[in-house]
């Protein structure tokens, strides 16, 4: 991670010498109107950045270069609590965030990774492109954040774990489990009587490395594209819950568009969020051989003891409560009766 963000700087002060030294000309006919950052977490090989770097291209070529769009992946520019507070204040203009993590500037958005709600991606698109995704938006905007239409795709999440296989949630009981930082992880992962740390994505992988932690939780594409496989060695299928991430940009930024350019932005981000869906979900359904040629041991627990574990926890009550019944309303609306 160091490295990365020493070679971009290093890139970065030879583009300064080059552009304030011998060839100042060269450097403003490549300059274009709007160059913009776009920052995410994920590693390069991630369908997110393999459609990013697609999409920049096309709006580059649509703008006639006058919209220059550089990826940041794999957190080179900081953690998601960093990127975060980066979009907000201008330092990047997009950012991919997970609602969940999302939660913490604004508390509706963590709500599609309520435990066990979504049970397949039809009904995840039909909620999240329908009205549980537009109140979603609707509270993003409020906290002074453009989003875009489609959300992108994370994924269904499953347990890795250096020491044993989750069967049942009472195989949850005093497991040491990184969560990324958001109040909804934390209080589900308490419900089963784990004992969650946050820690940011960009940390994973040394914490799973010095058993800082026994596991961790997150979609196969991601187990396999940021390699935790090398650091773990059980897979439990727990499909605990649905996680996407909302391609935000900073406001400022995003009004210094003209319409018809701000228009050929959103239209490519949006459709590359479609395609990067296609890619995710076909990775997801199609790595678990892979991943066990890589070494790592599959399990399929049964879905019914983990639900009621987080019902009789008094989960469900409690973030009905937090959302509100507008909220909780849309969400049963997709997913049917949750509390
Ligand atoms: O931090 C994570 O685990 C990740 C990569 O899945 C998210 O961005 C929520």
Same mark, same amino acid.
């Given at each position: 991670m160091s490295v990365s963000r020493r070679t971009l700087l290093k890139a970065s002060a030879a583009a300064t010498v080059i552009g304030g030294?011998?060839?100042?000309?060269?450097?403003r006919a490549q300059q274009a109107e709007f160059s913009y950052k776009y920052a995410n977490n994920l590693p390069d090989t991630h369908p997110m950045n393999v459609r990013a770097r697609e999409m920049s291209?096309?709006?580059?070529?649509?703008?006639?270069?006058r919209v220059d769009i550089a990826i940041f992946p794999s957190n080179q520019l900081g953690s998601d609590t960093d990127m975060l507070s980066q979009i907000r204040s201008g330092g990047v203009e997009f950012f991919t965030l997970s609602g969940l993590i999302l939660a913490t500037l604004v508390p509706?958005?963590?709500?599609?990774?309520?435990?066990?709600?979504?049970?397949?991606?039809?009904?995840?698109?039909?909620?999240?492109d329908g009205e549980l995704g537009a109140y979603v938006r609707g509270e993003i905007g409020k906290a002074n954040l453009v989003v875009m239409d489609k959300i992108w795709d994370n994924g269904f999440r499953q347990t890795t774990s250096s020491?044993?296989?989750?069967?049942?949630?009472e195989d949850f009981k005093g497991f040491k489990i990184r969560v990324p930082v958001s109040p909804l992880w934390t209080s589900m992962f308490k419900a089963f009587d784990a004992s969650p740390a946050s820690i940011n994505f960009s940390e994973v992988y040394s914490a799973l490395q010095t058993k800082v932690v026994e596991g961790q939780e997150n979609p196969l594409a991601i187990i396999?594209?940021?390699?935790?496989?090398?650091?773990?060695?059980?897979?439990?299928l727990t499909n605990h819950m649905w996680d996407g991430f909302w391609f935000l940009a900073n406001k400022r930024?995003?009004?210094k568009l003209p319409d018809d350019l701000r228009a050929i932005v959103a239209k490519n981000?949006?459709? *590359? !969020? /479609?395609?990067?869906?296609?890619?995710?979900?076909? +990775?997801? *359904? !199609? /790595?678990?051989t892979d991943?066990?040629?890589?070494? +790592?041991?599959?399990?399929?627990?049964v879905v019914a003891p983990f639900r009621e574990k987080l019902r009789a926890a008094g989960f469900y009550a409690e973030w009905k409560g937090k959302y509100g019944d507008e909220a909780w309303a849309l969400l049963e609306k997709s997913v049917g009766k949750l509390a």
């Amino acid at each position: 991670m160091s490295v990365s963000r020493r070679t971009l700087l290093k890139a970065s002060a030879a583009a300064t010498v080059i552009g304030g030294g011998g060839m100042p000309w060269v450097a403003r006919a490549q300059q274009a109107e709007f160059s913009y950052k776009y920052a995410n977490n994920l590693p390069d090989t991630h369908p997110m950045n393999v459609r990013a770097r697609e999409m920049s291209a096309a709006i580059k070529t649509e703008t006639n270069g006058r919209v220059d769009i550089a990826i940041f992946p794999s957190n080179q520019l900081g953690s998601d609590t960093d990127m975060l507070s980066q979009i907000r204040s201008g330092g990047v203009e997009f950012f991919t965030l997970s609602g969940l993590i999302l939660a913490t500037l604004v508390p509706a958005a963590s709500i599609n990774g309520i435990g066990f709600a979504f049970p397949d991606y039809d009904t995840v698109w039909k909620a999240m492109d329908g009205e549980l995704g537009a109140y979603v938006r609707g509270e993003i905007g409020k906290a002074n954040l453009v989003v875009m239409d489609k959300i992108w795709d994370n994924g269904f999440r499953q347990t890795t774990s250096s020491t044993k296989p989750i069967n049942g949630p009472e195989d949850f009981k005093g497991f040491k489990i990184r969560v990324p930082v958001s109040p909804l992880w934390t209080s589900m992962f308490k419900a089963f009587d784990a004992s969650p740390a946050s820690i940011n994505f960009s940390e994973v992988y040394s914490a799973l490395q010095t058993k800082v932690v026994e596991g961790q939780e997150n979609p196969l594409a991601i187990i396999s594209t940021a390699k935790l496989y090398e650091v773990q060695k059980y897979c439990s299928l727990t499909n605990h819950m649905w996680d996407g991430f909302w391609f935000l940009a900073n406001k400022r930024a995003w009004e210094k568009l003209p319409d018809d350019l701000r228009a050929i932005v959103a239209k490519n981000i949006n459709a *590359a !969020g /479609l395609k990067q869906r296609g890619d995710v979900a076909k +990775l997801n *359904a !199609g /790595l678990q051989t892979d991943l066990a040629g890589k070494g +790592l041991i599959f399990n399929q627990p049964v879905v019914a003891p983990f639900r009621e574990k987080l019902r009789a926890a008094g989960f469900y009550a409690e973030w009905k409560g937090k959302y509100g019944d507008e909220a909780w309303a849309l969400l049963e609306k997709s997913v049917g009766k949750l509390a």
